[in-house]
């Protein structure tokens, strides 16, 4: 029989550092012999990545709200069925970069749709899949976008675009969303360096998988 995979997500606000740690995880798991998937929302599969450019698109700054949830949780129903759920069938550890919990906060609290709301949208496009384990990288909004500025490498998307008023609405509705799920959800404090960060949430992984 195979075993049961285990899906852990990264969340945070934007320049919190989730996509450089990851990666590092990523390559400590595969040299420790485990079968690993790395993935990220919205994208990880074609249609899911073509989706995404819609959404981030900064010539789309007319999207509504809704028409904005709604792409998400298209994007990510494509990504489970394809991608996520075969790999847990298959006994993988799934690392995900950002799932619905960034939808809750972004869309649900973000943009004032209501986190309930937005949660019963993506009810509908996820059924009972949910996180094992979801890491939140705990940084303030301003330090996140101050490090994206100094990122000449990183192109900015129409989120990072948004005012900073709206960054710390998003912060506020993941901090919402922790209270509701505190079994699920673990803080790191993401304003330490690479290094001290990558060792502090690779000892929350191991915990969730000894």
Same mark, same amino acid.
């Given at each position: 029989?195979?075993?049961?995979?285990?899906?852990?997500?990264?969340?945070?606000?934007?320049?919190?550092?989730?996509?450089?740690?990851?990666?590092?995880?990523? %390559?400590?798991?595969?040299?420790?012999?485990?079968?690993?998937?790395?993935?990220?929302?919205?994208?990880?599969?074609?249609?899911?990545?073509?989706?995404?450019?819609?959404?981030?698109?900064?010539?789309?700054?007319?999207?509504?709200?809704?028409?904005?949830?709604?792409?998400?949780?298209?994007?990510?129903?494509?990504?489970?069925?394809? %991608?996520?759920?075969?790999?847990?069938?298959?006994?993988?550890?799934?690392?995900?970069?950002?799932?619905?919990? #960034? #939808?809750?906060?972004?869309?649900?609290?973000?943009?004032?749709?209501?986190?309930?709301?937005?949660?019963?949208?993506?009810?509908?496009?996820?059924?009972?899949?949910?996180?094992?384990?979801?890491?939140?990288?705990?940084?303030?909004?301003?330090?996140?976008?101050?490090?994206?500025? %100094?990122?000449?490498?990183?192109?900015?998307?129409?989120?990072?675009?948004? #005012?900073?008023?709206?960054?710390?609405?998003?912060?506020?509705?993941?901090?919402?969303?922790?209270?509701?799920?505190?079994?699920?959800?673990?803080?790191?404090?993401?304003?330490?360096?690479?290094?001290?960060?990558?060792?502090?949430?690779?000892?929350?992984?191991?915990?969730?998988?000894?």
């Amino acid at each position: 029989m195979v075993q049961k995979g285990v899906f852990i997500t990264f969340e945070g606000p934007e320049g919190a550092g989730k996509t450089t740690v990851i990666a590092e995880l990523y %390559k400590r798991l595969v040299s420790e012999g485990h079968n690993i998937i790395l993935t990220r929302e919205p994208g990880g599969i074609r249609i899911a990545e073509k989706i995404r450019d819609v959404i981030l698109d900064n010539n789309h700054l007319e999207m509504d709200a809704k028409t904005e949830a709604l792409l998400y949780a298209a994007a990510r129903r494509q990504h489970l069925a394809e %991608k996520v759920m075969p790999a847990l069938r298959d006994g993988y550890i799934v690392l995900c970069d950002r799932f619905v919990d #960034s #939808s809750l906060a972004y869309q649900g609290h973000g943009r004032g749709l209501g986190i309930d709301e937005v949660l019963s949208i993506n009810e509908f496009a996820i059924g009972e899949t949910m996180p094992d384990l979801t890491i939140f990288f705990d940084i303030d909004p301003e330090v996140g976008l101050a490090r994206i500025a %100094k990122n000449d490498e990183r192109e900015q998307n129409r989120l990072d675009r948004e #005012s900073l008023d709206f960054h710390y609405k998003v912060y506020n509705g993941y901090q919402e969303i922790i209270r509701r799920y505190p079994n699920r959800i673990v803080k790191t404090d993401a304003s330490l360096s690479e290094l001290e960060v990558t060792e502090n949430v690779w000892k929350i992984i191991c915990n969730q998988l000894m």
